[in-house]
């Protein structure tokens, strides 16, 4: 029989890490990168940019960090360094094929094949990785040579790894007529990471920049420029709802209590009676750990004298994956006057700079900076040359099955959209998961069945985060819960600790599954 082609879209970490475990599986797989280097976004990010996980949390489970890496939160270019010497050290990087861009994928069934992938009782027609119904046709462009005509891959799998902070930025629909009104200068923040550090600074020195959000992206943005600026020309961080920050202190503590009991406090799909009890009982600790959260960060930060206290909960903002650390000297650079804060809403442009508060109040400003997210459903959707294909991501809040694979999308897996506290740690799961489902280990249910698994992950998450459900942060609060379920999906023991007390109240780190 011949051998099984798979192809890796994206070469940033959860691309390094499927290309790893496809090939420790036997596989020889190949990885379409766009660009010119290995890590994905950590290839172009700004430079005060520090991971937002403790190191030990963030790390591959078999490849420890050097030595030389004494930081508990390393910088942006001693992650781009580690993810490097992890592609070499794995003999990744000999797979990835450099400036070569998946412009679509395309699902062709066989000539004996069924009418359509979405009727089938099992994925794929068999619940299996691969099939004999169909294979994927991707499309790749070569970067350094557009004009050539694209080369056509039939591959028998696809993973799928382009992130969701990338490429298709997120910004305000301002009519073009009001756009064109202001003088200035308007990007959003991916351009800006993208620029090198000396054409960065040239590009906002002694200028008045505003820059609008209150994310990671937006508050490291805002700080590089006041740091560079000073107080002479004060960059604004414009925003309209405040969210709950920490310190890096703060974050250890909390990853250090990520532990089967604490999971024991918050509900979970498909529980029984006993763990719906116990997580009933246990809330008030849930809640209590909130409260003494935020009364923390109302000590350590001005909170109070700035208006930066959030109208909601620490612990509501957890569960919607929206927290951050602020950079080291955020509130230094507010109290010299470097950083202003505002709290408005933007609605539009004027010939000076931007239009606030319904029209009632005007902001002069040179340069404008949306660091206002990614647009990551129509990232993935826009790939597919099938309609049905982009419904079923864009059509649907429904999370991934295992977090990685769509119910009606076969012989395709999504790595590297789910989010959570430890991104690597979680990537390098579905990826051990889904190397052992391509050498067969396992068959996923029937189609039905993954539907009603999402729809009841879809419903647990909303229970927590609200009106700010998404669906890729379905598992935030139940990480080992998670992994529990990939372990018994290959056949191995999910308890990885020696004894009982370690295992209710030591936290988990990669290493734990090393072996898996």
Known sequence: MAAKKVAIIGAGISGILACKHALEKGFDPVVFEARSCVGGVWCSTIDST?????KEYFKFSDFAWPDSVAEAFPDHSQVLDYVR???V????????????????????????GDDGGGDWRLWGGSGEAFSCKGKWKVVVENVLQPL???????????ILCIGKFSDVPNIPDFSPSTRALFNGEVLHSMNYAAMEKIQAAKFTENKRVVVVGFQKSAVDTAAEIAKNNGPRHPCTLLFRRVHWAGSEDMVKFTFKNLTRFSELMVHKPEEGLILWFLALILSPLRWIFSKLVECYLRWIYPLNKYNMVPEHSFLKQICSCMFMILPRDFYSRVREGSLLLRKSNVVGFYEKGLVLDGGTSHLETDVVIFATGYKSDEKIAGIFS???????????????YRECIHPRIPQLAILGYSESPATLFTFEMRSKWLAHFLAGKFRLPPVVEMEANVRRWEANARRYSRENYKRACVGVMLQLHCNDEICRDIGSNPKRKNWFFSEMFSPYHPSDYADL
């Open 85 to 87: 010497s992890y592609a």
């Open 386 to 400: 099938s309609l049905e294909f982009k419904k079923c991501i864009t059509g649907s809040s429904a999370p991934f």
């Open 89 to 112: 050290r794995f003999e990744v990087v000999p797979r990835i094929r450099f400036g070569s861009k998946v412009t679509a994928l395309d699902y062709c069934l066989s000539s004996d």
């Open 50 to 54: 520090r991971l937002q996980t403790p």
């Open 148 to 158: 050539q005509p694209p080369m056509v891959y039939e591959m028998d799998f696809v």
